[in-house]
């Protein structure tokens, strides 16, 4: 990818940087070899090199997408009727339906077919101002499987222009010996994801239909002794305590969180472990209960939100909307909505540094609306808002005008 | 608009004609001036003059937004995070904000102000699909200003290639003399808009914050003497019994619903007024409760969707996420979900014959989307799957492919 070497972005109409920091333009940003070099009003922008004019429109972070499970093969729209008709997710899942029937479909797939079709989903992300994204294994649920999982998330991470962080997940329990499969993820897949770098955090699901507390618990330590991140699905559908567990061995986040309890909270507090909401859920599952930001911010835990992008419990690559779902049911504000798909998500992945803000020294990713108030990208929900998106001072996606519908 | 004179569509993958009728392809579409001439399997079209060749995807008539409030000035995102820190719609709009802050900067823009933003907003829609659309006056409140409305309308529908159906809503009691104001609209503001066809239908607000029953009845009566189409915004902060009403005078539609009983959809079903219901309030307004396809169903009452794209209530162009939440919430099935935003929606503006679903000798009024089977359209919730969308036979939107963000 080409590095501009030195652009300037001028007459920026907004500037969100970071949470609670937001600068009321005409603002300029200065970028040297792909990283932000300077800011400051249009008054001192100075002799510019390489102008690229803003027209006064806002400019925040690229978007930062903390969980998804984006490699897949096999749709399950049939799930999603058939919830409406009041079939639960759980008895689907009993079934064979669910993250079973996109084993099924992943594990035949082509590693190419996966690749290709990862790729289109990653552009549907960029489309939406994401410029960093993890992406978890999970539907191969053997250690050939899900090594080639991570072999397709490292190929799409060399050839899309996006940051693609890759996560080893322990999705579920699968053939007839758990306690064997629990054996071989501590003792061969999570070794081995570590060593190669196919993986840099590891996940395990924790629920009544997924791993229970004590397998969930012991690969979590196997996965910090080999010195991978920690995530968790915890408290999804249920109450196991693993966010606490997790917090206590240093997990970055806990996921999901809809039956958290006060004292996980607390010790996610102590732990700096993030907190992440994953509101598309409710749509494609049905389900009207969302949990609200107040706990965790009387806590001290710093929130990220996230589409959990996946064929079944969440099919949405708008993460925006999630932003906008926050505010309608969780308390965010505006500002911790956008917080919530910047900085703290770019925490969750260990990025704090890298990503999710806008500041001297850091990569220039960041993204044009299409408007002069960051606050419409929530507000006007589910509508497309965003302009153009930059990765490293590089334009690498801009919406297309439709021209009141000239004949084409 | 330039009209092709014959263009046919060949190797659709998936038609989706009318309500219950979905066609396996490849299948192709005859068009002539326009208008369908025929369909039929691949195997049977013969000679082929002009081909726009679909690629196996899925086509869906045009959709139909039955319901917008479109022509405004100003934003209200304040009001949005307002609500999500507790402070009801109710208070809102008796503090002076809500509908009178939009009737505020409506009235102080100017006439072109209305029309381009008027414009950049049917583009929106455009882009999810949309071919045809109604537009409600109702933020000018008082004669000259609900004139001035409807005129931007019938500019906007000169202007864009959409359909643009125009209704005079009277949205508010406004000023000193409420009864006055009722007089007016009666005795003024609906004979004018009839006899100039500056509007097609007539709505109104029936609700305690806005007109009562004896109020929208009054007004019901005299649109209806003047030969207007009949809408009603019914039942949605409480319950009146105006649906009802309206149904015994022939309306068209109700609209809202959220506090809709029995025996109003019984008088609905007696006299084919259609519901319009219209999820996309729940998020702008914070709250959970969404009406159910049930009750309509066992009474026979067709029922429509749409986004009530509005500043406040409900801030979105996206009418196939209504799909998705209708899918997800309100007990409906793929299939009523495409017929509650094309067939139904179309009867509510009267245009049964000639948009919302794809026959010989209808408009050729079509969306092609980007994958093979349309019930992805909702299950992939608020995600872009509009790849072109067809006017009388004429492409007047394409969406532009990203290609892996290769810079541009």
Redesign the interface.
């Known amino acids: 990818?080409?590095q501009a070497s030195e652009v300037t972005f001028v007459n920026i109409g907004q500037l969100w940087m970071r949470p609670g920091q937001v600068i009321d333009g005409p603002v300029f940003i200065k970028t040297v070899q792909g990283r932000v070099r300077s800011i400051g009003p249009m008054t001192r922008v100075g002799q510019v090199q390489d102008a690229v004019d803003v027209g006064g429109r806002a400019v925040i972070p690229g978007l930062v997408e903390a969980h998804t499970h984006l490699v897949f093969a096999g749709?399950?729209?049939n799930e999603?009727?058939m919830?409406?008709?009041g079939v639960s997710y759980e008895q689907i899942a009993r079934q064979g339906g669910g993250i079973r029937s996109t084993v099924a479909a992943t594990r035949k797939a082509g590693e190419q077919e996966l690749f290709e079709s990862g790729?289109n989903r990653?552009?549907?992300f960029?489309?939406m101002g994401v410029t960093t994204i993890e992406v978890k294994s999970g539907y191969g649920l053997d250690f050939e499987q899900e090594m080639r999982m991570l072999r397709v998330i490292r190929r799409l991470n060399e050839?899309?222009?996006?940051t693609v962080r890759p996560t080893l997940l322990a999705h579920v329990p699968y053939g007839a010996d758990r306690k064997e499969m629990v054996m071989d993820i501590a003792q061969r897949w999570i070794p081995e994801a570590a060593k190669t770098g196919l993986a840099v955090q590891f996940d395990v699901f924790c629920d009544a239909i997924a791993f229970d507390f004590d397998e969930a618990a012991r690969l979590l330590r196997a996965a910090r002794d080999a010195g991978l991140g920690l995530r968790v699905h915890a408290e999804q559908l249920g109450h196991t305590g693993i966010s606490k567990y997790a917090a206590s061995i240093g997990a970055q986040s806990a996921d999901h969180l809809d039956h958290v309890q006060e004292d996980d909270i607390v010790a996610m507090a102590g732990a700096g472990t993030v907190a992440v909401l994953l509101p598309g859920c409710s749509?494609?599952?049905?389900t009207?209960n969302l949990p609200h930001i107040r706990p965790f911010k009387a806590h001290g835990v710093a929130v990220a939100l996230s589409t959990d992008y996946n064929p079944g419990s969440s099919?949405?690559?708008?993460l925006p909307?999630m932003g906008?779902?926050a505010?309608?049911?969780?308390?965010?504000?505006?500002d911790e909505a956008m917080a919530a798909i910047t900085t703290h998500a770019a925490k969750v992945l260990g990025m704090a540094d890298t990503a999710g803000s806008i500041q001297p020294g850091r990569p220039a990713d960041f993204v044009v609306l299409d408007c002069a108030?960051f606050?419409?990208l929530?507000?006007?929900?589910?509508?497309?808002h965003v302009a153009s998106?930059y990765?490293n001072g590089?334009?690498?996606?801009?919406?297309?005008?439709?021209?009141?519908?000239?004949?084409?």
Chains 1, 2 share one sequence.
């Open positions: 990818m080409r749709e399950r729209a999603f009727e919830r409406a008709q790729m990653l552009d549907r960029m489309a050839a899309h222009p996006l749509i494609s599952m049905g009207r099919v949405t690559v708008n909307l906008s779902l505010v309608a049911y969780m308390g965010f504000s505006y108030d606050r419409q929530f507000y006007e929900y589910a509508t497309p998106v990765k590089v334009k690498v996606y801009e919406a297309c005008g439709s021209g009141h519908g000239r004949p084409q």
